[in-house]
């Protein structure tokens, strides 16, 4: 299922290249129109290309470390064979990344450069033209791209990446190390700013980040680098001090004005602009992907704010479950409890009130649940805000789709301060943690206008937000130093819902939280600590070999090796 959502934004890179362009040029007929060549396309075209990509990019690779941390459903019993991270599986992202050229991964009749592969084309146009700002975004973007295939793969292709005259390129370009890919992110992200700040001769014809607000990209470039320091701290005795002085300098994401997302629209065909999650599961056979019960569950018992926002319940009951256990319907409602389950009292099966998800790692059957399954809602999706009407969907409900892929947000970059402060005090942390929640809150509430059946009523009011706030400091304030640890962890994945980049990078670089719903199979192997190299890769380059399992630590993760790491597998 998460495969179809993949082709998404592709579709929607092809119609963008051909609205947003003012030039019209020569095509070759013989050839595929939807493939831009430096031959046939402006520094404009490939900046629309690069920005499309790249949000794309950041969906699925957000859903990778997403499914990891219960942010989103995880399918597959064990670690070290889950379907969604097999290496076949994991081609379309890094072809985006870096280039198409194993176009048997991609729809039929789709052709897309890559990331990477755009901006290397760009190049030249944009330097002899003076487009500092062209070049700006994709130094941006760059940076962001490479920095998270280390996080996620470990060493890849860099320096070799890109050689060879175009008739005939390199390859079989040879990894580079994680830490160097991570020294020319940072270099890059100083280029960038500095291009940011020169007066460009042409402004790019699109922005769909910032629409050209390039005060606002030199506080992202600067957020990136904050992160990069921050997932470097174990293993560089500088990196809090570099942390720390970008905060004192105070230009950084602190406001949600200022959050680094991409949008999308409502437009369903030619091309479909609809955010990934919503052209998935909005569709006439309902919806196609589960939520993950651990997430659901976690915020129910908290009574979050956020939860009719996140989860639209087609049902007020569980079938097959609550009204009377079938086989048929819920298998695993007939099934007894596992027994590490019930030892560490995790929700097994199903949620109360039509919360119907799945447990980490449950690979049962599909039965035909997708007007009964919990969906997507209006954030970040673009999807219908939860009314309790219980009406189930259809194409074009809720927002239409326009929903957000959240990249860089200020109540991320909040709770980045609560584990710096952390790390000396723990107790520090509360003031940043508090002000990332009210972020998050404000930010997810205030998407629900978007969608057509909102019920203001059903809205959180000043006053729950505020028990809600008051009792999370109570919590916080009681718990030990671990439990701190805990609560923090927690209250980030919730905020991260829709992008679990960081939360992924934030379990294995603290082990927390140690409450994570484990997974279903008892003894699942270890953790998956980096994802296999993708198929097309390994296959076709003969410098490289497959990884040996997908314990492998990236660079920057020192900490002790798996399953003893992290805790809750």
Not at 100 to 109: F, I, R, V
Not at 211 to 234: E, F, H, P, S, V
Not at 491 to 508: E, K, T
Request: with cysteine; hydrophobic share 40%; glycine share 8%.
């Amino acid at each position: 299922m998460k495969k179809v959502l993949k082709y998404i934004g592709l579709t929607v890179l092809t119609g963008v290249l051909f609205l947003t362009s003012c030039e019209t040029t020569e095509l070759d007929l013989a050839d595929n129109p939807n493939f831009l060549r430096p031959d046939q396309s402006s520094a404009d075209l490939f900046l629309n290309s690069i920005q499309v990509d790249f949000a794309t990019f950041t969906e699925l690779m957000g859903w990778n470390g997403g499914d990891l941390v219960r942010i989103s459903y995880m399918n597959g019993r064990n670690y070290q064979n889950i379907a969604n991270y097999a290496p076949t599986q994991l081609n379309l992202e890094w072809n985006i990344a870096y280039q198409a050229d194993a176009q048997e991964a991609l729809p039929s009749g789709l052709e897309v450069n890559g990331i990477l592969a755009d901006i290397r084309a760009m190049e030249p146009e944009a330097v002899e033209s003076e487009l500092f700002h062209h070049t700006a975004i994709g130094q941006f973007i760059e940076a962001f791209t490479m920095v998270t295939l280390v996080d996620f793969f470990g060493d890849v292709p860099y320096s070799e990446a890109f050689q060879g005259d175009g008739e005939q390129p390199n390859l079989n370009p040879a990894l580079d190390s994680g830490a160097s890919i991570y020294a020319a992110a940072l270099q890059l992200l100083d280029d960038a700013i500095a291009n940011f700040g020169r007066d460009a001769v042409t402004e790019p014809a699109n922005d769909f980040y910032y629409n050209g607000d390039w005060d606002d990209w030199i506080k992202a470039c600067n957020t990136l680098k904050m992160k990069i320091y921050l997932q470097t701290r174990l293993v560089d005795p500088n990196a809090v001090a570099n942390f720390n002085a970008i905060v004192a300098e105070g230009n950084f994401i602190d406001e949600s004005s200022e959050d680094l997302q991409f949008e999308w629209g409502t437009n369903s065909v030619q091309p479909d602009a609809r955010h990934p999650r919503y052209a998935d599961n909005y569709v006439p056979s309902g919806g196609a992907d589960y939520l993950p019960n651990w997430l659901m569950n976690y915020m129910t018992e908290s009574e979050d704010p956020r939860i009719r926002y996140y989860f639209y319940r087609q049902v007020n009951a569980v079938p097959g479950a609550e009204i009377q256990p079938n086989e048929e319907t819920l298998a695993c409602s007939l099934e007894p409890v596992p027994q590490h389950y019930t030892d560490g009292g995790f929700t097994f099966c199903f949620l109360p009130n039509g919360y119907w998800g799945r447990d980490h790692g449950q690979n049962a059957g599909i039965p035909p649940d997708g007007f009964t399954r919990a969906v997507y809602g209006v954030y970040p999706s673009g999807g219908k805000f939860d009314d309790s009407s219980f009406t189930g969907l259809s194409v074009g409900s809720g927002a239409g789709g326009a929903g957000a892929t959240p990249i860089i947000l200020a109540s991320t970059v909040d709770f980045m301060r609560a584990e710096i402060a952390m790390l000396d005090n723990p107790a520090a942390g509360k003031p940043f943690m508090l002000e990332g929640i009210a972020k998050s809150i404000a930010k997810t509430t205030s998407f629900g206008p978007r969608a057509s059946n909102f019920d203001g009523s059903l809205a959180p009011t000043a006053g729950e937000i505020t028990v809600f706030s008051d009792e999370l400091d109570t919590d916080f304030d009681a718990a030990d130093d671990n439990g701190k640890w805990d609560l923090l962890a927690e209250q980030f994945l919730v905020s991260l819902f829709g992008n679990g980049i960081d939360g992924y990078n934030f379990y294995r670089r603290t082990g927390f939280p140690t409450t994570l719903q484990p997974n279903l199979e008892p003894e699942p192997g270890a953790f998956v600590r980096s994802l296999n190299y993708p198929g097309d890769f390994v296959n076709n380059n003969s410098s490289v070999s497959p990884k040996a399992d997908q314990t492998v630590q990236v660079f920057w993760d020192n900490n002790p090796a798996s399953p003893a790491f992290p805790i809750a597998n």
